[in-house]
């Protein structure tokens, strides 16, 4: 019951919105009444919440396929093109992990860090820690860059996925999506 309660409200979230998106809606949408869902979830915050946590769980299998690499600068490479990777075969789950501002509000209720984000930022910062141990990227200051290679990359996927690439044809869409991480990665080797 769980799991059909999460799989209509993340349809319902990602198809309405955050804020048109009821429990009675979802309640509707799997044909219980609105009491079943609030033995399972508090309110519809919770439930989006668990879906944006659920979100990260399979985001974290994307450093798991590039934990094998031994070079960190490959594993750093190696990683970019996963981001994109996932981003795109899962553009639902980017939504609810960086591109909704409901779950933000949920911390900020609770006043709560946005642990899962937090997670997978210094797992890059570490990423780039080992790079620069292994003689990249001399003298840079790691926080900075981490934040600045995280934004290039989200920056290039929610171009892609607010479809503000649309001016260009389909096939170059992509094509100046790869260029751009490309393009970066070229900056990386020679800093």
């Known amino acids: 019951m769980r799991r059909r309660i999460l799989e209509s409200a993340k349809k319902l979230f990602l198809d309405?919105?955050?804020?048109?998106?009821?429990?009675?809606g979802i309640a509707e949408d799997i044909e219980y009444s609105p009491a079943t869902i609030y033995l399972y979830f508090k309110d519809k915050n919770e439930l989006l919440f668990a879906l944006h946590q659920e979100a990260f769980v399979e985001f974290a299998k994307t450093f798991e396929k590039v934990a094998h690499l031994a070079d960190p600068f490959e594993r750093l490479i190696t990683l970019g093109r996963e981001y994109l990777a996932f981003a795109f075969a899962n553009p639902e789950l980017y939504e609810l992990m960086f591109l909704l501002t409901a779950p933000m509000e949920t911390l900020e209720i609770r006043e709560d860090v946005?642990?899962?984000?937090?997670?997978?930022?210094?797992?890059?910062?570490?990423?780039?820690?080992?790079?620069?141990?292994?003689g990249h990227f001399k003298g840079a200051d790691v926080s900075e860059l981490s934040m600045m290679i995280w934004a290039t990359v989200h920056g290039l996927v929610t171009i892609y996925l607010r479809k503000r690439c649309t001016m260009f044809d389909e096939i170059e869409r992509d094509t100046r999506i790869q260029g751009g991480l490309d393009s970066l990665i070229r900056m990386l080797e020679k800093y």
């Open 114 to 134: 946005w642990e899962d984000g937090k997670g997978v930022y210094m797992a890059l910062e570490a990423l780039i820690a080992q790079c620069q141990a292994a």
């Open 16 to 24: 309405l919105g955050y804020e048109k998106t009821s429990i009675r």
